[in-house]
């Protein structure tokens, strides 16, 4: 029984993930690879082109997310902190990304 607990805490994790990468946005890389065959039979690249497209935030995710969260109003004082700063880390790790790229 806790295995399907567990299995399932991370597939949620991973979907909430998801959802929060759609809500903000991202980079995706695309890369198209044209090959050619000689005359002794050998494969060789010939083009490869690389893509970077950028996503944009998806407004019915972010509308997920926030009918997700708690009313503020609702919230300890404790509790705002903890939102605070949760948002605050997620805000510092997009930035960082963006600074890799």
Do not use: F, H
Not at 25 to 30: L, V
Not at 34 to 60: C, F, H, Q, R
Not at 95 to 101: D, G, I, L, V
Request: hydrophobic letters at 30%; one cysteine or more.
């Amino acid at each position: 029984m806790k295995e399907c607990k567990t299995t399932d805490g991370k597939i949620r994790s991973k979907l909430r993930s998801a959802l929060v990468r759609k809500a903000l946005g991202y980079d995706s890389t695309e890369t198209v690879s044209e090959y050619v065959s000689n005359e002794e039979g050998e494969i060789k690249l010939t083009k490869k082109k690389v893509t970077v497209k950028s996503v944009a935030p998806d407004m019915t995710a972010i509308k997920l997310l926030m009918d997700e969260q708690s009313p503020l109003e609702q919230m300890t004082d404790e509790q705002l902190e903890q939102e605070k700063s949760r948002l605050l880390e997620l805000l510092q790790k997009s930035e960082t990304k963006k600074k890799e790229k």
